[in-house]
């Protein structure tokens, strides 16, 4: 690697390894970052991105090497050591505690008290309501965490990670889960936090992000460095090469020319509760449908009405012809219906459970009725699982939770889809999820709708959208405020119509 062009970088990390067990996950790894300096890192999925940032912010102790903070020798044993030196840093996975408020969130563990040690209520939600306002974020300091949409989960985390001014500030992934103009604002965030001369690593799969904001890039390949590199010295494609060791070319499946012949697999006609207005949507066999929408238009509500979490109260909902009713999870599982949902960690998985059983949950249920389930199918199907969709892990008995963010999600996907659906809902299918992984997801949806499954796109990644769907509606406050054919598919025909509806009475139309 060639040598910095900083004369005296904030931030040198010289030769740094990390191992469990006998599993090496990072290799002799070597960067530095300069005050006022946004850097890019990325690479797949378990390439070693988190290990990384959780040996600088104190979560981890490195093996082998060295770090240097500010010229000083430099290996916390704690986080609140690493806070102390000036690191903050927010999780790739949220840490927002649900029954406290904003407030409370930011100022967690370090809440101004009186002489009688009771917390500074007041004091407490006036800092937090300045802090806000300067950072531009408009979230009431007295909601609770539970309320809070992605990205005002994420804003939160921000705020809290902000509110001492550190020096370096660590963002794993802040922009995974949110829209378009959500993640527009964070990394408006990022520019204006770095003009303060805070330095700032930025960890993301979108890569039209890192090529915007980045003043310097590292790529991590298996735990090893495969790029270093200034703006303007590199592409997109370098990035690509250096993530995957190739480049990648059909990223998106081929979507057939017209379905308008296919029949009507799923239709919602009216449907709605007491968060969701009535909504009617018509997704013929072997259809994408993807919904659009800005943070918090109904998607959730959507979501979780097709998958029996939050039914509806109105209207009629067929599956082929047939009255649907989706009462509960269990209800919609027998239909047919299989729902990826966007919160892996609260709706997906069993984190501390084995891989091997988070993966053959729903098969097992199937399978122990017909009295065919041997250990030796759930371990066939659980390493057949590992393959296809190249879930990294040591061992299938390593809990879930050990494994780095996108591999959990692959985990969900392989769950779900061990039984061939009639409809999929997938509420942010490739959060989180590297390129060359979302492709091969890409891929299956595609293989899936060719045998007539019916797909329901819920994604706030513009790029997924066009890719992937036959036809987009945007949700704008629960309703439908448009609808796009392919041919008219565009990034700035999307953002028109999610921002509100175009004409009085725009309604869905179907197909
Ligand atoms: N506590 C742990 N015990 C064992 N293995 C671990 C532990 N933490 C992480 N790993 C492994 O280290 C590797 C790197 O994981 P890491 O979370 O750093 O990846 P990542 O680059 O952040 O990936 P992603 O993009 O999916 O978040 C993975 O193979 C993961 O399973
Ligand atoms: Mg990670």
């Given at each position: 690697m060639t040598a910095p062009p900083d004369a005296f970088p904030l931030l040198v990390v010289d030769g740094v390894s990390k191992a469990f067990g006998r599993n090496c996950?990072?290799?002799d790894v070597s960067f530095s970052l300069s005050s006022g300096e946004v850097l890019a890192l990325v690479g797949e999925n378990g390439a070693g991105k988190s290990t990384l940032m959780n040996i600088l912010s104190g979560g981890l102790v490195h093996d082998g090497g060295s770090i240097r903070l500010a010229g000083k020798a430099f290996s916390p044993a704690t986080p609140t050591e690493a806070n102390g030196a000036g690191i903050a840093i927010v999780h790739q996975e949220t840490t927002i505690?649900?029954?406290?408020?904003v407030a409370e969130n930011i100022f967690f563990g370090d809440e101004p008290r009186n002489a009688f040690g009771l917390i500074r209520q007041g004091e407490m939600h006036a800092h937090a309501a300045s802090l806000l306002s300067t950072l531009g974020f408009s979230i009431a300091p007295h909601r609770l965490g539970r309320d809070l949409s992605a990205a005002e989960r994420q804003m939160v985390e921000i705020a809290g990670a902000v509110r001492r001014s550190p020096r370096l500030l660590i963002l794993d992934e802040p922009t995974a889960s949110l829209s378009a103009a959500a993640a527009q604002s964070v990394l408006e965030l990022m520019a204006r936090l770095k003009a303060t001369g805070m330095a700032i690593v930025f960890i993301s799969h979108r890569l039209g992000e890192v090529l915007d904001s980045a003043d310097r890039v590292v790529v991590l390949k298996d735990g090893q460095m495969t790029l270093e590199a200034l703006r303007g010295a590199f592409d997109r494609n370098d990035l690509i090469q250096a993530m995957v060791g190739r480049t990648l070319d059909n990223v998106f499946p081929e979507r057939p020319a017209?379905?308008?012949?296919?029949?009507?697999?799923f239709a919602l006609e009216d449907c709605g509760n007491t968060t969701l207005p009535p909504i009617s949507i018509a997704v013929r066999r072997g259809e994408v449908l993807g919904v659009a929408g800005l943070e918090g238009q109904g998607q959730k509500p959507l979501a979780d009405a097709l998958c029996g979490l939050q039914p509806f109260t109105a209207g009629h909902m067929e599956l082929d012809g047939a009255r649907l009713r989706v009462p509960s999870p269990a209800a919609a599982i027998a239909a047919g219906i299989a729902s990826i949902p966007d919160d892996r960690r609260r709706d997906g998985?069993?984190?501390?459970?084995?891989i091997r059983h988070n993966l053959s949950l729903f098969s097992l249920r199937r399978s122990a009725g017909t009295g065919l389930l041997s250990i030796a199918s759930e371990e066939a199907f659980a390493e057949a699982s590992r393959q296809r969709y190249a879930?990294?892990?040591?061992?299938?008995?390593?809990?879930?939770?050990?494994?780095s963010g996108g591999n959990q999600q692959k985990v969900v996907f392989a769950r779900w889809l061990a039984n061939e659906p009639r409809l999929l809902v997938l509420h942010?299918?490739?959060?989180?999820?590297d390129v060359q992984t979302k492709s091969e997801i890409y891929h299956l949806i595609g293989k899936l709708t060719e045998r007539g499954v019916a797909v329901l796109l819920i994604s706030s990644d513009l790029i997924e959208l066009i890719g992937l769907s036959d036809r987009i509606v945007t949700l704008y406050e629960g309703r439908i405020s448009g609808e796009i054919a392919r041919s008219d598919f565009s990034e700035e025909a999307i953002m028109h119509l999610a921002s509100g509806p175009v004409a009085q009475g725009a309604e869905a139309v179907d197909a």
């Open positions: 996950v990072l290799k505690l649900p029954d406290l408020t017209d379905l308008g012949s296919a029949p009507i697999r998985l069993a984190l501390t459970l084995p879930i990294k892990a040591f061992s299938l008995d390593q809990p879930v939770g050990q494994l942010e299918p490739t959060k989180g999820v």
